[in-house]
């Protein structure tokens, strides 16, 4: 290893330090989000779950010193426990109305945020008991598997939309923050369907990268798993996945494996069984020639639509690149850097859209690595795939000059009105 290298690794691991934030423990709050530029109009008749109550699946350890209000610890647990958590505005008492407006105001008086309140633990996923941990109670905790189906059934039949979305966040957050996340965007789905939120046993401190990237290759199994279990055991139409930054790890991994277990069967076999739609990667921290090779064994037959979110202006995927010196799947890429054929097979592909969101407005802002809550123009093109399916084109986007991807116009905001108008 040469000199220069040693300098851009010693650089890149202070960047990484000056760009994380160490997360305290206890009580976790989330600024809201902007809104997004467009979305639908709030509809007020919810049934069956409140708009204040989240689904999750975890990994983690469960606290036990009944005072903490982290509620599960930033370690692994090697079983997936189920659940619902009660989610609130910090800042007074609102009713759904006052709550709703807040959540779509463009400019906010100051600032609002989110907390998680409570938990209720319904039990464990019986797929992921096991034998192979010192220590491991999972034998004496109730199945979760009844109850949980059951209440993600009810909200299902209560819901127009009769679709799952899972989100999954990245590196250095503690439990709350993808629940929190997750039930931001169900607001702006007006809560409808069913989002659960997979919290992972990621650690909310500025050294644990190496240690958050082995973990989410730990989580993988449990993902799967808890894919087949929803497949099998939910009214679901399609099941949507969300995943953010070393999240992506997660949900490629879980693919790759579902893609060799059933490496026999035809892509519209799988799709019908398993009933994953939409797979969307948001700045994705994982080497592009190792997801290369995921695509060369099936990836894409358990999946009906593949969304790869792209940025040149990514500084942490920029530090992970010098760190591992391989390009990462979240940045962006020039015809150089693949082959031909890679290139005409994205430019006629039907399975996979790549979307460069440099030119988004706040795609920038702060590291630009959190575009997707940031920048009121990406939330706005994620929703409109969540919501309506829509394609790049009919979301306001354009062909990019040179490159098999799609690009946000100057005018975005305009184009996508007048398109969701014509409709």
Known sequence: MGTNHFKSLFTAIISILVLSACSSTGHYQLNLMPAPEVHSKQNDNHQALSSDTIFYATDRKPVTDNISKTFYENARGHVLRLGVAKIKLTQGEFNQKEKNAIFRL???????????????EAGLLDSTRNELYKGNLSDKIKSANKLFATMVNNKLTSSKTKDIYIYMAGYKVGFSNPLLVASEFWNFLDYDGVFISYSWPASPSRWAYAKDLETANYSSRNFRLLLEYLSKETRAHRIHIIAHSAGTRIAINSLAQLALLNSKKTKQSITNNLRIGNVILIGSDYDRDVFGGYLLDGFLKVMEKLTLYMSGTDKALGISNILFTRRRLGQIFSPKEISKAALIKLQHSSDIDVIDVTNAELAAKDNGHAYFRKSPWVSSDLLMILKYQLSPQDRGLIRHKNL???????DYVTRLKKQLNND
Do not use: M
Not at 404 to 410: I, R, S
């Open 106 to 120: 463009k400019n906010r008086s100051h600032d609002y945020s989110l907390h998680v309140t409570e938990v209720n």
């Open 404 to 410: 098999p991807l799609w690009v946000f116009p100057d």
